[in-house]
Nanobody, 122 residues
Framework: QLQASGGGLVQAGGSLRLSCAAS????????VAWFRQPPGKEREFVAS????????DYADSVKGRFTISRDNAKATNYLQMNSLKPEDTAVYSC?????????????????WGQGTLVTVSS
């Protein structure tokens, strides 16, 4: 129901744009988010965007560098990642349908896509 794409290898300071395509039922009316799991670490919140009001949350580590957006007509959300750092290296996954109010809690999402690997070289 969610298909993430856009990962790859990039040098530090470079940019990538991730996309997450969803079925209309999964996307419409739902908060969507990105999480990442660095090698050997726990999954962590990256960014989210709400359906109602379009409110956006970012992890402190990506504020000012990453931008989340959504195209409701295409049932797709995007994560534009600029000024990438080696510590941004991770498997990035998209999630949808928040069950509750905490957008940063991975357990609060009903739907998940497969991950896409982002590798930032120094």
């Amino acid at each position: 129901q969610l298909q993430a794409s856009g990962g790859g290898l990039v040098q530090a300071g470079g940019s990538l744009r991730l996309s997450c395509a969803a079925s209309g039922r999964t996307f419409n009316g739902n908060t969507v988010a990105w999480f990442r799991q660095p090698p050997g670490k726990e999954r962590e919140f990256v960014a989210s965007i709400r359906w109602i009001g379009g409110g956006i949350d970012y992890a402190d580590s990506v504020k000012g560098r990453f931008t989340i957006s959504r195209d409701n007509a295409k049932a797709t959300n995007y994560l534009q990642m600029n000024s990438l750092k080696p510590e941004d290296t991770a498997v990035y996954s998209c999630a949808a349908r928040l069950l509750g109010s905490d957008t940063t809690n991975p357990r609060a999402y009903a739907y998940w896509g497969q991950g896409t690997l982002v590798t930032v070289s120094s």
